[in-house]
């Protein structure tokens, strides 16, 4: 069973809207959660990583919460432009050799 | 380079085939991870190494896996006598520290998608 869960696993959204992703996590013990974003055909790239302690990190339109007791994450798109389309992974990662659970992704599609 | 390479970006094997997978790191970086995403999915992690020891090879799905990364640079993941279910893309990443703690950034290459026929 994947220990990171993210919903919705696809989503449309109009240019310049608004949207929230959402990553549950039965990952332990926790180390960091990271939001990766994955173009079509492409590597995943890193969005925001936060630790324990962090409930918030942004990066430009970009801004990720983390609550580590509920084990719940989001990330939310403002302004929403059509390079956003893509899917966006949440990972968590444990105190490993450097090993992460990777999510299945949620798929964004930005139309005009 | 600028980033992390890996070739072939494409790779058509007949079941049975062996195929080899070439990622490069970028310069200087301790760690080296290997990923398997199917279609649809996140990736999953295969293995890792710190410089030219592989530290972990747990997700290495069958022993007809096998990842090398001899100088610690150049990382190779052969799959030998492939299998319908070895298609997906590979992933390679690296980051510039090593170690158990898993602060530091990763960096993706875009992939080799693997089609096994």
């Known amino acids: 069973k994947n220990q990171v869960e993210q919903s919705p696993q696809s989503l449309i959204i109009l240019e310049g809207k608004n949207c929230t992703l959402q990553?549950?996590?039965?990952?332990?013990?926790?180390?960091?959660l990271r939001w990766y974003k994955q173009d079509t055909g492409r590597g995943p790239v890193s969005l925001t990583i936060?630790?324990?302690?962090?409930n918030t990190k942004s990066n430009g339109r970009y801004t990720a919460t983390l609550d580590a007791d509920t084990k719940q994450s989001s990330l939310h798109i403002t302004a929403s432009q059509l390079s956003d389309s893509a899917s966006y992974i949440c990972?968590?990662?444990?105190?490993?050799?450097?090993?992460?659970?990777f999510g299945a992704g949620t798929q964004v599609v930005v139309t005009p | 380079g600028a980033g992390v390479s890996q070739s072939p970006r494409y790779k058509v094997a007949k079941r049975g085939q062996d195929v080899a997978l070439r990622c490069d790191p970028i310069s200087g970086h301790v760690s080296l991870f290997w990923y398997q995403q199917a279609l649809g999915q996140g990736p999953e992690f295969l293995t890792y190494?710190?410089?030219?020891?592989?530290?972990?090879k747990s997700g290495l799905p069958s022993d007809r896996f096998f990842a090398e990364r001899p100088e610690g640079s150049v990382s190779t993941l052969k799959i030998q006598r492939t299998q319908q279910e070895d298609s997906a893309v590979y992933l390679c990443?690296?980051?510039?520290?090593?170690?158990?703690?898993?602060?530091?950034?990763?960096?993706f290459g875009p992939g080799t998608r693997l089609t096994v026929t």
């Open positions: 990972v968590v990662a444990t105190d490993s050799w450097g090993k992460f659970q």
């Open positions: 990553c549950n996590y039965t990952v332990s013990p926790f180390s960091n």
């Open positions: 190494f710190q410089n030219e020891a592989q530290l972990d």
């Open positions: 990443a690296s980051s510039l520290v090593g170690g158990r703690l898993t602060h530091y950034e990763q960096y």
């Open positions: 936060m630790t324990f302690s962090e």
